[in-house]
């Protein structure tokens, strides 16, 4: 049951705010029930995997843009200077009040057109490079700003005879300011960690193209959560403009050549085989809310394509430790709805499923999307039915209401995705036999965080064939 002109708010500190003084007075009760969770901290482990990944991620971040010049470079260096402004979107009800969003960029990259790189001829030149951002979100009690490191990659998306298009897309990391806080910051649920993933993609226009300078007008997207490591995780979602301008010195001038199709380039397919294993964290939520483990393997077989487009089909199995945890102890919901999963809680906190992948070869860096079906992962009806429900206190007594187990459920439980880099030990456009890699992933329940991923694998390829 819940109350009318009430927003209710169960917080991982032991306590739970409501917009309505008058419900407040339901609070020492909230305590005492929700006790239990003052004792779920993340362990030394978890905060190891923490240290880990993030030190991971910066070496996929920063040395991939570093790999990606090479010796004897001739990839014209620019320099960008970036301003948005925008508007956070609201992530919760009584999120707060915000203003105009405010962000300003520096970016330094490279056109990518040494004749040696597969990747470089097939996108037609594109530009990487790193990103570094202030920005503003518009209310700096409760929201504060965030401080980000992007990687980026730019492509001219249409024809040719269009080349005033671009189009930037990054993902990268940022540290925020402001989190949530269930004494002193209640109603901002867009963020409860400081270091988020980050993501912008934006399409440029440009407006005048000048031989030192150059200025460019966009539109575009932003995204910053956490991965689902900590609850709540709404994130923070904002629709921006953007106005750049491009620096570039005489000798980058000197270097830079247009543009011009490979006709003579042979085009290749390789058969690849790729296993891989992997270690997340998630939490199951916020009543659940320690960091614990999701283990997963994965094989995988398709083709690459002129050694830069990657597409393949494979099966995945993942175990989630909070899945196990929650089954084994004879938690509410299965003690009430699923207790045959006390049977065998190991079987019923897996899950398998199939993956369609697709995968940009840049050399030592691999930026991968997937898409798939999961066959198999009963333990998301609970997971579910925490995460959507409510639970507030209502004339003296605790009310728990339940997601409802309807199509959207269906459709997140059945297609899951995933993002996010690799880094190659050998070069990929040397088309090795055998190579190893590691990789960051953020994996999803169609688009809604599930864990946040490390992994290592190995990759063989067939021989290739030419055309």
Same mark, same amino acid.
């Given at each position: 049951?819940?109350?009318?002109?009430? /927003?209710?708010?169960?917080l991982?500190?032991g306590t739970?705010?409501?917009?309505n003084?008058?419900?407040?007075?339901g609070?020492?009760?909230?305590v005492?029930?929700?006790?239990?969770?003052?004792?779920?901290?993340?362990?030394?482990?978890?905060?190891?995997?923490?240290?880990?990944?993030? /030190?991971?991620?910066m070496?996929?971040l920063i040395?991939?843009n570093?790999?990606?010049?090479?010796?004897?470079?001739?990839?014209?260096?620019?320099l960008?200077?970036?301003?948005?402004?925008?508007?956070?979107?609201?992530?919760?009800?009584?999120?707060?009040e /915000? $203003?105009?969003?405010?962000?300003? !960029?520096i +970016?330094i990259?490279?056109?990518?057109?040494?004749?040696?790189?597969?990747?470089a001829?097939?996108?037609?030149?594109?530009?990487? *490079? #790193?990103?570094?951002g202030?920005t503003d !979100?518009?209310?700096?009690?409760?929201?504060?700003?965030?401080?980000s490191?992007?990687?980026?990659?730019?492509?001219?998306? !249409?024809?040719?005879?269009?080349?005033?298009?671009r #189009?930037k897309?990054?993902? *990268?990391i940022?540290y925020?300011?402001?989190e949530?806080?269930?004494?002193s910051?209640p109603?901002?649920?867009?963020?409860?960690?400081?270091?988020?993933?980050a993501?912008r993609?934006?399409?440029?226009?440009?407006?005048?193209?000048?031989?030192?300078?150059?200025?460019?007008?966009?539109?575009?997207?932003?995204?910053?959560?956490?991965?689902? /490591?900590?609850?709540?995780?709404q994130?923070? =979602?904002s629709?921006v403009?953007?106005i750049?301008?491009?620096?570039? +010195?005489?000798?980058?001038?000197? %270097?830079?050549?247009?543009?011009?199709?490979?006709?003579?380039?042979?085009?290749t $397919?390789?058969r690849?085989?790729?296993i891989r294993t992997?270690?997340?964290?998630?939490?199951?939520?916020?009543?659940?809310n320690?960091?614990?483990?999701?283990?997963?393997?994965?094989?995988?077989?398709?083709?690459?394509?002129?050694?830069?487009?990657?597409l393949g089909?494979?099966?995945?199995?993942?175990?989630y430790?909070?899945?196990?945890?929650?089954?084994?102890?004879? %938690?509410?919901?299965v003690?009430?709805?699923?207790?045959y999963f006390?049977?065998?809680?190991?079987?019923?906190?897996?899950?398998?499923?199939?993956m369609?992948e697709? %995968?940009?070869?840049?050399?030592?860096?691999?930026?991968?999307?997937?898409?798939?079906?999961?066959?198999y992962?009963?333990?998301?009806?609970?997971?579910w039915?925490?995460?959507e429900g409510?639970?507030?206190?209502? &004339?003296? &007594?605790?009310?728990r209401?339940?997601?409802?187990?309807?199509?959207?459920?269906?459709?997140?439980?059945?297609?899951?995705t995933?993002?996010g880099l690799?880094w190659?030990?050998i070069?990929?456009? $040397?088309?090795?036999?055998?190579?190893?890699?590691? *990789?960051?992933?953020l994996?999803? =329940?169609?688009?809604?965080?599930?864990?946040?991923?490390?992994?290592?694998?190995? %990759?063989?390829?067939?021989?290739?064939?030419?055309k």
């Amino acid at each position: 049951m819940l109350l009318k002109n009430s /927003t209710y708010y169960f917080l991982p500190g032991g306590t739970y705010c409501s917009d309505n003084p008058e419900n407040q007075k339901g609070n020492d009760f909230f305590v005492r029930y929700t006790q239990r969770v003052n004792l779920r901290k993340s362990g030394f482990a978890g905060r190891v995997y923490s240290v880990l990944s993030w /030190t991971t991620y910066m070496i996929l971040l920063i040395g991939g843009n570093a790999y990606s010049q090479g010796p004897g470079n001739t990839n014209p260096f620019h320099l960008s200077a970036e301003i948005n402004i925008g508007k956070t979107q609201e992530a919760n009800t009584g999120f707060p009040e /915000t $203003k105009l969003q405010k962000s300003a !960029f520096i +970016s330094i990259g490279w056109r990518q057109q040494k004749k040696d790189r597969e990747w470089a001829k097939r996108l037609r030149n594109p530009r990487t *490079g #790193l990103t570094f951002g202030y920005t503003d !979100f518009g209310n700096s009690e409760s929201i504060g700003y965030a401080i980000s490191l992007l990687p980026y990659l730019e492509l001219y998306p !249409f024809s040719k005879d269009a080349q005033r298009w671009r #189009l930037k897309t990054s993902l *990268g990391i940022s540290y925020l300011s402001k989190e949530f806080d269930s004494i002193s910051n209640p109603f901002n649920r867009a963020v409860s960690t400081d270091y988020k993933w980050a993501f912008r993609t934006l399409l440029y226009y440009d407006l005048s193209k000048r031989k030192k300078t150059s200025w460019r007008i966009g539109l575009g997207y932003t995204h910053n959560s956490n991965g689902h /490591t900590r609850l709540p995780n709404q994130g923070l =979602n904002s629709l921006v403009a953007s106005i750049e301008a491009e620096f570039m +010195s005489t000798k980058a001038l000197q %270097e830079f050549q247009p543009y011009i199709k490979d006709t003579a380039a042979v085009k290749t $397919k390789e058969r690849y085989l790729t296993i891989r294993t992997g270690i997340g964290q998630n939490v199951l939520s916020e009543f659940y809310n320690d960091k614990k483990e999701v283990y997963s393997f994965a094989f995988s077989t398709g083709k690459i394509i002129n050694s830069t487009f990657k597409l393949g089909i494979g099966f995945f199995y993942r175990f989630y430790e909070h899945y196990y945890d929650y089954i084994d102890q004879g %938690e509410e919901l299965v003690e009430e709805f699923y207790p045959y999963f006390a049977d065998n809680p190991f079987v019923y906190a897996s899950n398998f499923g199939v993956m369609a992948e697709g %995968e940009l070869l840049l050399g030592h860096v691999g930026a991968e999307f997937g898409i798939g079906l999961n066959i198999y992962k009963p333990a998301y009806k609970i997971d579910w039915q925490l995460n959507e429900g409510d639970i507030i206190f209502s &004339e003296g &007594e605790l009310v728990r209401t339940l997601g409802e187990l309807d199509s959207y459920y269906e459709i997140k439980r059945s297609i899951p995705t995933r993002l996010g880099l690799r880094w190659y030990f050998i070069s990929t456009r $040397k088309s090795p036999t055998h190579n190893v890699f590691i *990789g960051a992933h953020l994996s999803a =329940n169609f688009g809604q965080a599930d864990f946040t991923e490390l992994s290592l694998g190995y %990759e063989y390829r067939f021989r290739g064939k030419k055309k």
